[in-house]
């Protein structure tokens, strides 16, 4: 399958938030998510109500045609962050808050293909990451060069997430 990678403003991230929800809801509908379909209307509103508020949010979409503008094109995979100090604390690290792939798409070198245009676009130093603490998971991660830097359990998550940097 190929694929075209496009970088997304905020506004175009708005303009295809239903793609978005559908796209979430399909790959967090299954292992190792297991999330019910609003679940994936909540991360995407989210995050394009961050999306909207910040002068460096950056996003990255894979598309199954050759004209990502092309209405038509399937959204096969997303990716998008921006700096904070959410996990770090006190230094404005970048934060890749969203990294998802459509679960037909996975295995083609797409997440890795979003996650490193993403970075070069906003990660001129550090990056942080957090993801639940699963090996399907976490080992990824750590083959694309993170590592675990912490482990918690976030307000009233029933799950343990790892933070992750990347220098």
Known sequence: MTYRLALLTAAEAVRRREE?????????????????????????????DNAVRRDDFCAAAAYAADDPDDAGAALLGFAAGWTDTAL?????????????VAP???GLGIGRA?????????SPGPA????????????????????????????????????????
């Open 20 to 48: 978005l929800i559908a796209l979430c809801a399909q790959a967090f509908g299954g292992s190792p998510w297991h999330e019910p379909p609003l679940g994936a209307v909540r991360t995407v509103d989210r995050l394009l």
């Open 88 to 100: 770090s604390g006190d230094e404005p690290t970048f934060e890749l808050v969203e990294l998802v």
């Open 104 to 106: 037909g798409s996975q």
């Open 114 to 122: 979003l996650h490193d245009g993403l970075l070069v676009v906003g």
């Open 128 to 167: 942080l990451l957090m993801t639940l603490d699963v090996p399907e998971l976490t080992d990824r991660y750590t083959r694309w060069g993170w590592k675990v830097v912490d482990r918690l359990r976030p307000g009233k998550e029933e799950r343990d997430y790892v933070v992750m940097r990347r220098a």
